[in-house]
């Protein structure tokens, strides 16, 4: 999704409650990597991986200036063979220590194992944030529910929310590269995304 399709999504959603809970939820993101330097690590669950969140960091982190946004995306099951920024696996959570974030994708059941190296990374003192597409009661719900107490801050999709995780996704990682400006900063920083924009469109395809 472009900056363009991103800004009519905001349009047709302006007055609810998705753009002020989605924009509070990038705040925290980009304050915790922003602030602790430590990294990003992102993870989804066994049958779901965030790649296209994990692009979109990644092209934020280059447009607002904010490295420590690029994630390094952990998997469940990386294959032989893979490049080694698709290669890090579930072990790397519970190395994960302080000043490092952990942001967790859940759409369908979370597993027991992920939800124990979650709490392992938290235990270590990473930050964890958890964007939640939440089912609406059920035996499911429960996974879930334990996720977000896990977590420092968590964003829950339910079912019944009108939006797909997907799209909540796109508006967190759009928010995570706009909050914060510089003061006086906002018109240079708006004609520097569009500028960039041209080239992501005519550059090669991206490497996740």
């Given at each position: 999704m472009d900056a363009v399709r991103v800004a009519l999504?905001?349009?047709?959603?302006?007055?609810?409650?998705?753009?002020?809970?989605?924009?509070?939820?990038?705040g925290t993101l980009r304050?915790?990597?922003?602030?602790?330097g430590g990294g990003l690590l992102l993870v989804g669950t066994a049958g779901y991986e965030p790649w296209h969140l994990a692009a979109h960091l990644d092209d934020e982190a280059a447009w607002s200036?904010?490295?420590?946004?690029?994630?390094?995306?952990?998997?469940?099951?990386?294959p032989p063979g893979a490049p080694a920024h698709l290669s890090v696996g579930l072990g790397r959570l519970e190395a994960a220590g302080r000043g490092e974030t952990?942001?967790?994708?859940?759409?369908?059941?979370?597993?027991?194992?992920?939800?124990?190296?979650?709490?392992?990374?938290r235990r270590g003192g990473a930050t964890v944030l958890a964007l939640d597409g939440t089912p609406d009661g059920g035996p499911a719900a429960g996974a879930h529910t334990d996720l977000c107490s896990l977590a420092h801050e968590a964003l829950a999709v339910p079912d019944s929310a009108g939006l797909d995780l997907d799209t909540v996704q796109h508006?967190?990682?759009?928010?995570?590269g706009e909050n914060g400006p510089m003061p006086g900063a906002r018109g240079r920083r708006f004609r520097d995304r569009l500028s960039r924009l041209v080239d992501q469109l005519s550059a090669p395809p991206h490497r996740w």
């Open positions: 999504l905001r349009e047709a959603l302006a007055g609810t409650e998705w753009l002020r809970d989605t924009r509070r939820f990038a304050g915790s990597v922003g602030a602790h200036g904010l490295t420590e946004l690029s994630p390094t995306l952990v998997r469940h099951r990386p952990l942001l967790v994708v859940a759409e369908g059941s979370t597993g027991e194992g992920l939800l124990e190296r979650v709490h392992d990374a508006l967190v990682s759009a928010a995570a």
